[in-house]
């Protein structure tokens, strides 16, 4: 079955200062990979996807995210954190075997301190 | 990128009524859509799938009978939560996509019941 972990519940960064929130993923096939914010009492908002191509996904709000197929990782970054980048984040997969539905980590709170 | 919008935002009602909430796909023909529940600082847990002019396929846990879900057009699902109880109480978040493969879920902005 395809699943996603987060293995840090929270990750405080100071601002200014480059930020990784972590995720490995366990998937049989071709990995579809996604990373998710959330605001407090908000849905969810889109960042970045991998699909295919190069390794480094560039995404919204300055995010990256990088795959390594050898380490089944697929870590969200950014050069240089923003208080307003607060928020919890998600990494999830898509499950192309179970009606494409996407399976969620469990999120990574991520504290910015000014 | 593409708009869903879920209503009502916020809903407050007394233990053993009836809730519907709505989620619309506004610019764009959701096949399938999904809804999920959020738990206080916790992830978000798949309740059911829907697709357009078929039945639901609820996650096992999920009572169907409870949470009601109708897709009766490429554009609008909903979920109705029937004899709410206060355990029932929770962020309900539904998400649409326009088809199968590699495209993103867009998500609405999310209900929060209360139930009294």
């Known amino acids: 079955a395809q699943s996603v972990a987060q293995p840090e519940d929270q990750v405080n960064v100071a601002e200014g200062n480059p930020l990784t929130v972590k995720c490995t993923y366990s998937?049989?096939?071709?990995?579809?990979l996604f990373w998710y914010v959330q605001y407090p009492n908000r849905g969810l908002q889109f960042l970045l996807k991998?699909?295919?191509?190069?390794?480094l996904v560039k995404g919204s709000y300055g995010f990256e995210a990088e795959f390594n197929k050898s380490q089944t990782s697929f870590h969200l970054k950014k050069p240089s954190a923003l208080v307003s980048d607060s928020a919890l984040y998600f990494c999830?997969?898509?499950?192309?075997?179970?009606?494409?539905?996407?399976?969620f980590g469990k999120g990574t709170r991520l504290h910015i301190l000014p | 990128g593409a708009v869903v919008s879920q209503h009502p935002s916020w809903v407050i009602c007394k233990s053993g009524t009836s809730v519907k909430i709505e989620c619309r796909s506004l610019?764009?023909?959701?096949?399938?859509m999904f809804w999920y529940r959020q738990f206080p600082k916790q992830s978000l847990m798949l309740m059911a799938t829907?697709?357009?002019?078929?039945?639901?396929?609820?996650e096992q846990g999920v009572e169907k009978d409870k949470f009601l879900i109708n897709h009766a057009s490429l554009t609008l699902s909903t979920l109705t939560v029937t004899s709410a109880h206060p355990e029932d109480s929770s962020f309900y978040i539904c998400?649409?996509?326009?088809?199968?493969?590699?495209?993103?879920?867009?998500f609405g902005e999310g209900s929060r019941l209360t139930v009294l």
């Open positions: 998400s649409a996509t326009s088809g199968r493969g590699t495209g993103e879920l867009f």
């Open positions: 998937v049989s096939g071709n990995p579809y």
């Open positions: 991998y699909i295919t191509g190069d390794n």
């Open positions: 999830a997969v898509r499950d192309l075997n179970r009606d494409d539905k996407i399976i």
């Open positions: 610019d764009f023909q959701a096949t399938t």
């Open positions: 829907s697709n357009e002019g078929s039945k639901a396929t609820y």
